[in-house]
């Protein structure tokens, strides 16, 4: 092993474990750490994490759908009930109580200014916090990409007007269901008719 090179741009990490499980989780883990140190290195900002982010872009919806008239207002609702499912998330995995916490939370978020829109959901002392205070930061793109996807997953099941279904696919497995449970209830049936007791004779005919 080669110690003490200060001018060196690699560096090389062996991962020791009693199983290849536990190695290969080890290995995805420390895979995962640095790409999120790699991503707030090369992004040009960062925002609170703990649901800060999320309660904050509800707060705003809320506000902007009170202008909005019609069905749109109600996907705007809906939309950020929905973002509201981060924070919520967090607390209930921590053991706090969601609905207090939650509470909370919009209250910070509703003063408005950088006083409360940085609060989110602080596991490690089970309460809400400043959480950008607290260090606790995600690249602001990681964010973007995420809520991009939930979207785009979202439109694509709405954009399913009906379901296909197949008569002769599904016929074919209610018969194998149904082979399979005939055919537990012979293995069921035959138990206790085994091989007949034998008779043991010993000497003398006896």
């Keep these: ?37 790699r991503r707030a290195y ?8 703990g649901g800060a982010i999320e309660m904050e ?7 902007y759908l009170r202008n909005v008239s019609g069905k749109t207002q109600l996907v705007l609702n809906g939309y950020a009930k929905a973002l509201e499912t981060i924070p919520k ?3 209930e995995n921590s053991g706090m109580d969601s609905t207090d916490v939650l509470n909370k939370l919009r209250q910070k978020h509703a003063q408005g200014g950088p006083e409360g829109m940085w609060f989110g959901v602080n596991v490690l002392e089970g309460s809400i916090d400043d959480l950008y205070e607290k260090f606790v930061w995600e690249p602001e793109q990681v964010r973007i990409n995420v809520l991009a996807a939930a979207c785009e ?10 379901t296909i279904r197949n008569p002769k696919s599904e016929q074919q497995q209610a018969e194998a269901a ?14 206790g008719r085994g091989r007949g007791m034998r008779t043991m004779q010993g000497r003398g005919g006896k």
């Design 1 to 37: 092993m080669f110690t003490g090179c200060e001018k060196t741009k690699s560096t090389t990490l062996v991962l020791r474990g009693g199983a290849a499980q536990y190695l290969e989780e080890t290995q995805r883990s420390l895979n995962d750490a640095i790409m999120i140190v």
């Design 42 to 49: 090369k992004s040009h900002a960062v925002v609170a994490g």
């Design 57 to 63: 872009l509800s707060r705003h919806l809320r506000e």
């Design 89 to 91: 998330t967090l607390s």
């Design 153 to 162: 997953a979202a439109c694509a099941i709405l954009s399913v007007d009906q």
């Design 178 to 191: 149904g082979r399979l449970s005939g055919a537990s209830k012979g293995r069921g049936a035959g138990r």
